[in-house]
């Protein structure tokens, strides 16, 4: 049975969903993981809390998370995701605190997360594609070494 990696992402001007899909692109490289790509808006507690690895994006605004992560995170709180591996990504355009923010929410949540995740500028170039894609393969790459 594959392993179930969560992509959940909100993406206002495209920029970060091109680096979900990124995400997605790296964690499907992974024989023994099964990738679900998702809108932050689409979220279901079940599937959360089936997922055995999860990784999070969201751009930066006003130096803010958007308002469905941020509900996305509180409705979180909910679900059992303790000792579950997990990232964060965003893009941004002035200051990029998004990335930081979901990961301390993660991290209060008991997912574990290490390193500080991928952050773009605005559109994310080649060089931003490629961390993302490896962020994919690092977590995917976990999760299968963790429950093997």
Request: aromatic share 4%; proline share 5%.
């Amino acid at each position: 049975m594959p392993h179930q990696l969560l992509i959940m992402y909100e993406s206002h001007t495209g920029n970060t969903h091109k680096m979900a899909q990124a995400v997605a692109e790296g964690a499907r490289e992974v024989k023994g993981v099964e990738v679900l790509l998702k809108r932050v808006s689409e979220a279901n507690a079940e599937e959360l809390a089936s997922a055995d690895a999860i990784i999070l994006g969201a751009p930066t605004r006003n130096t803010k998370i958007p308002p469905a992560m941020t509900r996305f995170l509180k409705d979180m709180k909910g679900v059992p995701l303790q000792g579950k591996p997990g990232a964060a990504f965003g893009s941004y355009g002035w200051s990029g605190e998004a990335v930081g923010l979901i990961r301390s929410a993660m991290i209060a949540q008991g997912i574990r997360v290490p390193g500080v995740g991928v952050r773009a500028k605005r559109t994310p170039d080649k060089v931003s594609l490629q961390k993302c894609r490896e962020l994919g393969i690092g977590v995917a790459t976990r999760v299968v070494k963790e429950t093997a």
